[in-house]
């Protein structure tokens, strides 16, 4: 688990801003085959998501300034 979670330090990161279950997904992807791809399109999802949000506060910012 220690090695899991220094590989995907990163992404764990980023998207425990927004939610735990990307994370959870991709460390039970890591142990069970099958989820993979439900582990990685869910912390895709999340990822996307928080770029997007990211990106409109910095753009209101601007707008505002």
């Known amino acids: 688990m220690v090695d899991l ?5 990163d992404l ?5 801003e927004y939610s ?6 991709l460390a039970v992807a ?3 085959g099958l989820a993979t791809c ?3 399109l869910a912390l895709a999802a999340h ?3 928080a770029i997007g ?3 409109g506060k910095r753009h209101q910012g601007a707008v505002e300034a």
Do not use: D, E, M, S
Request: contains cysteine; proline residues 4%; hydrophobic residues 45%.
């Open 5 to 9: 979670v220094g590989r995907y330090h």
């Open 20 to 25: 735990l279950l990307p994370a959870h997904l």
């Open 12 to 16: 764990f990161r980023l998207t425990a």
């Open 30 to 32: 890591h142990w069970h």
């Open 47 to 49: 990822v996307i998501a």
């Open 53 to 55: 949000h990211n990106k």
């Open 38 to 40: 439900v582990g990685c």
